[in-house]
């Protein structure tokens, strides 16, 4: 489905791939992030305790690129938004998905089977993907209308044979005892203001000015 996804794309002329980026429609880019660089940024967030920082990282960057997308794409329903996001999720190398279960408005649960950041890892007593569920996360954000916070339930970094990711918003996750997890897991209560100021305040239009805001914030976590 990826593939599909991509050769169309390149045979309509909008997505262009050079010199390791993907240009989208000469208005978006995305920097291809081979899997061994990703499981290294996240070996080195998570020796310095600072796995939060990542997760709010790849939040930003899933919100702003969907953003971008929903509007490229004129995506005006939940499922037109959701289906492009996990087509796109799946061709930047994240691996195959199976999607269990998904509810507009709530939550997006699903699985990967191949993921190359959890088998590079090696063995850990905890999920280590967060930038996947920082990603999916952000940009479930345009599904779900909401500021959207997702969970590995089970990653192939702790034996697992696949790693399991819900994407919920705050109520959903509060529904199923999962806010606490998220509250903890994530340091929410300092993360939390830079996502609801990104989710109400940005617009590509402004979109230098937000961001420097952002990573003023984002700093001063550090
Ligand atoms: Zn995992």
Redesign the pocket.
Known sequence: MGVSFLAKLILSGALKLDEGRINLKNQLDFLLTPALFATQITKYFISQGKEDILYLISWINGYISNYKIKMLFNLDTPEKMYRIGMDFGESMGIGLYKTHDYHPGRYTHFV?RT?P??EL?GKSDR???YI?AGGMAGGGCLVHNDICQNV?I?????S?DV?E?LTGTPRELKSRNLWKEVQVRYNLKEILPIQKYLYEEYNPQEEQRILQYVFEELSKLE
Request: hydrophobic content about 35%; charged content about 20%.
């Open positions: 990967i993921n950041i959890a890892y999920p280590i993907d996947i590995e089970r990653c192939k970094s702790c697992s790693c990711f």
